[in-house]
């Protein structure tokens, strides 16, 4: 077998965004949105989400239900309407092609009852209400890691190309490429390559993470709007 192959076939067995039937995830993004991520809709969800609530997120502008690659088989619990209703918090769901069985159905619930929006792929099913389409294994990605940015990564994003089109070649030469802008030389104080002695400059404070999954930057800016609409009363 091809190295390239192997090495991402390896890579993709232990990708970090597998999860076990009837895991739910959950996590606090851009600082005020809760998301849970669900593998499988089971009778049990409702004591699952609660579990999965991180510690410190009474005070959020919303809730992402992400039920992109979910399904499930039991019957949606009943409970599942009312957890939802209760957090009086704005609530998207998230849906794509993959969505099945019991997920799909909870969706359909949640909607239909004016609990929340669907955003996702066209070819989702319920239909979404604001349709966000990415390729499958890219969204897979994205779902693990909100904050990836596949564009920076060559290696990877080109060698799945590569290996989808039957090509398992790669030239990433821009890894080795100095990337140092002329402002990063001024702000080291450095010219020329010669350094003047001065004391180094004091270390910038890192920008904030920015999520590049589309599907969720959508649901996230948009809870995030209708939060700062309807602000908390005190």
């Known amino acids: 077998m091809n ?38 809709v089971t009778d049990n969800l ?8 991180p510690a410190g997120t009474n005070a959020i502008a919303g809730i992402v239900l992400d039920l992109r690659f ?24 998230l849906v794509n092609g993959q969505t099945s069985g019991s997920a799909t159905a909870l969706a359909t619930l949640l909607r239909e009852a004016g609990l929340g929006l ?13 349709a966000v389409t990415v390729a499958t294994e890219t969204e897979k990605r994205y779902q693990a890691d909100p904050y990836l940015d596949i564009s ?22 821009m890894a080795y490429v100095d990337h140092t802008s002329e402002a990063d030389l001024v ?6 390559g010669e350094d003047n002695g001065d004391p180094a400059a004091t270390p910038r404070t890192p920008p904030p993470p920015v999520i590049h999954d589309p599907a969720l930057l ?17």
């Open 152 to 173: 920076n990564n060559l290696t990877i994003s080109r060698l799945e190309t590569n290996l989808l089109s039957g090509v398992t070649t790669t030239n990433d030469w």
């Open 46 to 53: 409702t004591a699952q989400l609660a579990a999965a609530q």
């Open 70 to 93: 979910a399904g499930g088989s039991d019957a949606v619990p009943a409970t599942a309407k009312n957890y939802f209703s209760t957090n009086k918090t704005s609530l998207v769901i």
């Open 218 to 234: 959508r649901a996230v800016d948009l809870l995030k709007a209708l939060a700062s609409l309807h602000p908390p009363r005190a």
């Open 118 to 130: 669907v955003i996702g792929s066209s070819n989702a099913s319920p239909a979404p209400d604001i």
């Open 187 to 192: 702000r080291k104080r450095v010219k020329d």
């Open 3 to 40: 190295r390239c192959l192997l090495g991402l076939l390896v890579w993709s067995a232990a990708a970090p965004w597998a999860m076990a039937a009837g895991e739910v995830h959950g996590d606090v993004l851009d600082g005020s949105v809760l998301r849970y991520r669900v593998s499988a």
